[in-house]
Nanobody, 126 residues
Framework: QVQLVESGGGLVQAGSSLRLSCVASGRTSRTYAVTWFRQAPGKEREFVATIRFSNDQTYYDDSVKGRFTASRDSAKNTVYLQMDNLRPEDTAVYYC???????????????????WGEGTLVTVSS
């Protein structure tokens, strides 16, 4: 079992920055990747960014590319999402999700992930 806990959300103004954290505990040695998703009110959960643990390769949705940065600190079992130049449309609950053992056919889809956190709310005011 793996537990994921997100933190770092809050209420900020447009143009501000936030750093989200996703702390993993439990049997984390088989982690293949950790992905950030978000879900705005009334919308489906959508892909934001992912980081593969084998080589720290990152991938981003076009809507956040150049503004968000995913990284990890293996010593702290923590994955971060640095969010800069936030926009009102970034308002959502942000979730981290872990893939164990290997890839899935489409890492941008929420189905197939093994573990999820409970999310942290990010609200960006205009």
């Amino acid at each position: 079992q793996v537990q994921l806990v997100e933190s770092g959300g809050g209420l900020v103004q447009a143009g501000s920055s936030l750093r989200l954290s996703c702390v993993a505990s439990g049997r984390t040695s088989r982690t293949y990747a950790v992905t950030w998703f978000r879900q705005a009110p009334g919308k489906e959960r959508e892909f934001v960014a992912t980081i593969r643990f084998s080589n720290d390769q990152t991938y981003y949705d076009d809507s956040v590319k150049g503004r968000f940065t995913a990284s990890r600190d293996s010593a702290k079992n923590t994955v971060y999402l640095q969010m800069d130049n936030l926009r009102p449309e970034d308002t959502a609950v942000y979730y981290c999700a872990a893939l164990m053992g290997g890839p899935v056919p489409n890492y941008r889809q929420p189905g197939g992930y093994d573990y999820w956190g409970e999310g942290t709310l990010v609200t960006v005011s205009s």
